[in-house]
């Protein structure tokens, strides 16, 4: 998948592509959330531009952490061009999250996503397991019968033309809330390459960089990262922006979901204003658990 986005920044920008490891395609038996440290899929990526060794980075924007590494840019960021929400994908015989039998094994990495299924089907009792590998080993570890269903993002789905193939269920992307700046793609390059800056700022869609910032800003104000369950939806109306986000405690039955809406041009101030509504109704006491000391 990072290649076939890589190629997809590369149809509009040129170039010649180099592929770099991450210390998160390398782990393979962690949960994301287990792992020690943030971003765990662009570390090396990083390295490779301070270091001189490659210009431009694309980046998956969920994966990185919201505080920039210093001596780099996150130069444009494209225009959505796939659905942001989540999937839900099957064996034969099964078409939906309701038809699944109570206990069925659902594979998952993310605990955002875990969190979200068990309070929106309670009654199920779903038995929620890590499964880690790229997107092809996770559907053939599907159809082998080592899950019921798995969990993952459209957006993989789609940039790699499987929607017409897979048998899944799109969930509405208002009622389980994606990732912060899940589907959004980041090029990234040194800060003192102005001239390089500039071209690649041509790419720059500002409606989604507004969107994605505001949800970034949510989740950076409530400390945490994508590892953690915190959720988002975003959606720009005229020049207002409209921002939901919602927190689940990591075992119990419980969430806060706010919503707020504002001046589009005012989209990180409005993350930082949705988290405090949810600080004070006690969301950082429900990510308490999770969240790893400064």
Same mark, same amino acid.
């Given at each position: 998948?990072?290649?076939?986005?890589?190629? =997809?920044?590369?149809?509009?920008?040129?170039?010649?592509?180099?592929?770099?490891?991450? =210390?998160?395609?390398?782990?393979?038996?962690?949960? $994301?959330?287990?792992?020690?440290?943030?971003?765990?899929?662009?570390?090396?990526?990083?390295?490779?531009?301070?270091?001189?060794?490659?210009?431009?980075?694309?980046?998956?924007?969920?994966?990185?952490?919201? #505080?920039?590494?210093?001596?780099?840019?996150?130069?444009?960021?494209?225009?959505? #061009?796939?659905?942001?929400?989540?999937?839900?994908?099957?064996?034969?015989?099964?078409? #939906?999250?309701?038809?699944?039998?109570?206990?069925?094994?659902?594979g998952t990495s993310s605990l955002r996503r875990s969190r979200l299924i068990a309070c929106a089907f309670p009654h199920k009792n779903f038995e929620f397991s890590n499964i880690r590998g790229n997107l092809n080993t996770r559907v053939r570890k599907?159809?082998?019968?080592? =899950?019921?269903?798995?969990?993952?993002?459209?957006?993989?789905?789609? &940039?790699?033309? !499987?929607?017409?193939?897979?048998?899944?269920?799109?969930?509405?992307?208002?009622?389980?809330?994606?990732?912060?700046?899940?589907?959004?793609?980041?090029?990234?390059? &040194?800060?003192? #390459?102005?001239?390089?800056?500039?071209?690649?700022?041509?790419?720059?869609? =500002?409606?989604?960089?507004?969107?994605?910032?505001?949800?970034?800003?949510?989740?950076?104000? $409530?400390?945490?990262?994508?590892?953690?369950?915190?959720?988002?939806?975003?959606?720009? &109306?005229?020049?207002?922006?409209?921002?939901?986000?919602?927190? !689940?405690?990591?075992?119990?039955?419980?969430?806060?979901?706010e919503e707020i809406t504002g001046n589009l041009e005012q989209a990180q101030e409005l993350g930082v204003r949705l988290s405090e509504v949810v600080k004070a109704k006690g969301g950082l006491e429900i990510l308490h658990s999770l969240i790893e000391?400064?």
């Amino acid at each position: 998948l990072a290649m076939v986005q890589t190629r =997809y920044v590369q149809s509009m920008i040129g170039g010649e592509i180099v592929g770099v490891s991450s =210390y998160g395609d390398q782990n393979l038996t962690a949960p $994301l959330y287990e792992m020690k440290g943030i971003g765990v899929f662009v570390k090396m990526l990083e390295v490779e531009l301070l270091e001189s060794r490659a210009q431009v980075a694309v980046h998956s924007l969920k994966d990185m952490p919201t #505080n920039t590494q210093e001596g780099l840019s996150i130069a444009a960021v494209p225009k959505f #061009n796939v659905p942001r929400g989540d999937v839900a994908v099957f064996r034969e015989g099964t078409s #939906n999250l309701e038809d699944l039998a109570e206990g069925s094994k659902i594979g998952t990495s993310s605990l955002r996503r875990s969190r979200l299924i068990a309070c929106a089907f309670p009654h199920k009792n779903f038995e929620f397991s890590n499964i880690r590998g790229n997107l092809n080993t996770r559907v053939r570890k599907l159809e082998n019968g080592d =899950y019921d269903c798995i969990l993952l993002a459209a957006a993989g789905i789609h &940039r790699l033309n !499987w929607h017409e193939t897979l048998n899944m269920q799109y969930l509405g992307e208002e009622e389980f809330l994606y990732a912060p700046g899940q589907a959004a793609l980041a090029i990234q390059c &040194r800060e003192d #390459n102005l001239a390089l800056r500039e071209f690649l700022s041509s790419f720059e869609d =500002y409606e989604t960089r507004q969107r994605v910032e505001a949800e970034r800003k949510f989740m950076q104000d $409530l400390e945490g990262g994508c590892k953690l369950p915190i959720g988002v939806f975003t959606e720009v &109306r005229g020049s207002e922006l409209r921002l939901i986000g919602q927190v !689940w405690h990591p075992t119990e039955n419980l969430s806060i979901r706010e919503e707020i809406t504002g001046n589009l041009e005012q989209a990180q101030e409005l993350g930082v204003r949705l988290s405090e509504v949810v600080k004070a109704k006690g969301g950082l006491e429900i990510l308490h658990s999770l969240i790893e000391p400064k």
